[in-house]
T-cell receptor, first 113, second 115 residues
Framework: AQTVTQSQPEMSVQEAETVTLSCTYDTSESDYYLFWYKQPPSRQMILVIRQEAYKQQNATENRFSVNFQKAAKSFSLKISDSQLGDAAMYFCAYTLPGYALNFGKGTSLLVTP | DSGVTQTPKHLITATGQRVTLRCSPRSGDLSVYWYQQSLDQGLQFLIQYYNGEERAKGNILERFSAQQFPDLHSELNLSSLELGDSALYFC??????????????FGPGTRLTVL
């Protein structure tokens, strides 16, 4: 079974600073996808970024980027120039193509002025 | 707005009752997934339908069932409700083609409270 581990239950960052959220996963598959979802207080699940395992290049979406280390099975999320609106629960997730997501337990991110 | 709709937004009911949650996927998406988010269990996959057929099952109780209709909307039926069934239930949809464009988009969720 595939497992996803987020070892940081809570993180804090000041506005305009950079923060990195950690995620590790366990799988014996070679073709899979990794995701970061954001869940703000509204509880809506919002896709932040996606990484295909076959791609060596790290994904980037504006202020959000990942550090994907396939051999180490590590998938961290870096948020640059943090904003108050980034405060949320962040979930790392793993999936095989066409199948359900396996989620980590989440990291609660607090952004302070 | 993800394009995935769920109704109702909130549901309050009593133990032993039965409820139905409804989900309409994004246009063009063939697959629907149901997830349960509770405080103690986190986000758990319940069941997946693809083009009307059940494709995969997760941690779904026997008291729960689902189906996907010809127009691709899906319903999750929860029966003999217990206090522990109180949770946020999400529906997500994707193309489920197994390609790099296969990303799941989530609806706003249905918050179920069992009293």
């Amino acid at each position: 079974a595939q497992t996803v581990t987020q070892s940081q239950p809570e993180m804090s960052v000041q506005e305009a600073e950079t923060v990195t959220l950690s995620c590790t996963y366990d799988t014996s598959e070679s073709d899979y996808y990794l995701f970061w979802y954001k869940q703000p207080p509204s509880r809506q699940m919002i896709l932040v970024i996606r990484q295909e395992a076959y791609k060596q290049q790290n994904a980037t979406e504006n202020r959000f980027s990942v550090n994907f280390q396939k051999a180490a099975k590590s998938f961290s999320l870096k948020i640059s120039d943090s904003q108050l609106g980034d405060a949320a629960m962040y979930f790392c997730a793993y999936t095989l193509p066409g199948y359900a997501l396996n989620f980590g337990k989440g990291t609660s991110l607090l952004v302070t002025p | 707005d993800s394009g995935v709709t769920q109704t109702p937004k909130h549901l309050i009911t009593a133990t032993g009752q039965r409820v139905t949650l409804r989900c309409s996927p994004r246009s063009g998406d063939l697959s629907v997934y149901w997830y349960q988010q509770s405080l103690d269990q986190g986000l758990q996959f319940l069941i997946q339908y693809y083009n009307g057929e059940e494709r995969a099952k997760g941690n779904i109780l026997e008291r729960f069932s689902a189906q996907q209709f010809p127009d691709l909307h899906s319903e999750l039926n929860l029966s003999s409700l217990e206090l522990g069934d109180s949770a946020l239930y999400f529906c997500a949809s994707s193309v489920a083609s197994g390609t790099s464009t296969d990303t799941q988009y989530f609806g706003p969720g249905t918050r179920l409270t069992v009293l």
